[in-house]
């Protein structure tokens, strides 16, 4: 599959994508490719494909349907107020699912026919957690780098507890009748990008340390923002982490991304009432969530998967025997 900027690209500038040969895994023919078939510097081209479909063209049609509907309103309104029945009240668009849009559609629908996909979900006491990363972050000087996120210590978590439970770190092929289960863990993370969401993947995430999935997350999540991730960067995933919570909800019931069995998502941190050491208090809880093909595994395995990572929410020195 190539990429729908990497093909608009090509049409733009007249270069036939079968006469390449293609740098990225398994021959994949890349932007670079194609940029270098038309003599452009790497990235001069990144602007003119990515913003046709998913910038400015987007936002001009959004803009021009967001006008029609404040005006289909104002002479609702006035119709209503004169006693009148309105002719409408808002308007129509259309708009074709293309390019990343359409790729996710495709992905997701293919999911929810093929995955009978169940899941669990679990609140967890996070405040052992924030306290864990604010100690961290208190001791990193200009020599040590960047400040770890939440995100990746749910990440180095759920690799921990991808090493308990291999099962969900795997996928079905119903041809062949098999479940293929990875020796590598190959980590997704749900991104939204101006261009629409993304899935970048952290690669051989089990061979990293905390600080080094922390550091890939943050250069993944720069190139999804200015549109330079490469097909290689956003395929070849084997289990996803989606934290949802940034978007200021506490549950969800995600759709597996297609052909992984399993996908972990994390809620907001927020104050609750929680009863610690016996007492009632006020405690960081994050809801927990795992959905998760019931081909690979029974509720037992997706049960004690979500149960360790909570522990180890609840008590990140659980981790030391891992890390």
């Known amino acids: 599959m190539i990429s729908p900027l990497v093909r608009k690209l090509a049409r733009e500038h007249g270069v036939e994508l079968r006469e390449l040969v293609g740098s990225g895994p398994d021959g994949l023919i890349t932007r670079a490719d194609v940029e270098a078939a038309i003599g452009a510097a790497p990235g001069v081209a990144t602007g003119t494909a990515a913003e046709a479909y998913d910038g400015a063209a987007v936002k001009a049609a959004a803009r021009a349907d967001d006008e029609l509907i404040r005006a289909g309103r104002a002479e609702a309104r006035r119709q209503v107020e004169a006693g009148q029945e309105p002719v409408r009240a808002g308007a129509e668009s259309r708009h074709a699912l293309t390019g990343i849009r359409g790729l996710v559609a495709d992905k997701m629908a293919r999911s929810r026919r093929e995955i009978p996909e169940a899941t669990c979900w679990v609140d967890a006491d996070a405040t052992e957690l924030l306290a864990a990363r604010a100690a961290m972050n208190g001791a990193v000087t200009e020599r040590d780098g960047q400040k770890v996120s939440l995100l990746a210590l749910f990440a180095r978590i759920t690799v921990a507890a991808l090493e308990?439970?291999?099962?969900?770190?795997?996928?079905?092929?119903?041809?062949?009748?098999?479940?293929r289960r990875f020796a590598d863990v190959h980590l997704g993370f749900a991104a939204q990008t101006d261009r629409g969401l993304v899935v970048p993947v952290v690669r051989h995430?089990?061979?990293?340390?905390?600080?080094?999935?922390?550091?890939?997350?943050?250069?993944?999540?720069?190139?999804?923002?200015?549109?330079?991730?490469?097909?290689?960067?956003l395929?070849?995933?084997?289990?996803?982490?989606?934290?949802?919570?940034?978007?200021?909800?506490?549950?969800?019931?995600?759709?597996?991304?297609?052909?992984?069995?399993?996908?972990?998502?994390?809620?907001?941190?927020?104050p609750k009432p929680w009863v610690h050491d016996g007492e009632l208090a006020v405690r960081h809880v994050v809801q927990l969530s795992l959905t998760f093909d019931h081909r690979v595994c029974d509720g037992g395995t997706a049960g004690g998967f979500l149960r360790y990572v909570a522990d180890c929410v609840e008590q990140p020195a659980v981790l030391l025997r891992s890390v």
Do not use: C, K, W
């Open 205 to 233: 995430a089990q061979a990293r340390t905390t600080a080094s999935i922390n550091a890939e997350l943050i250069r993944l999540t720069e190139a999804g923002r200015s549109g330079r991730l490469t097909p290689g960067e």
């Open 235 to 270: 395929t070849g995933g084997t289990f996803t982490l989606n934290n949802y919570g940034v978007f200021g909800v506490d549950g969800s019931t995600p759709i597996i991304n297609h052909p992984e069995a399993a996908m972990l998502g994390v809620g907001r941190i927020v």
């Open 164 to 179: 308990r439970f291999p099962e969900l770190n795997s996928s079905v092929d119903m041809e062949a009748r098999e479940v």
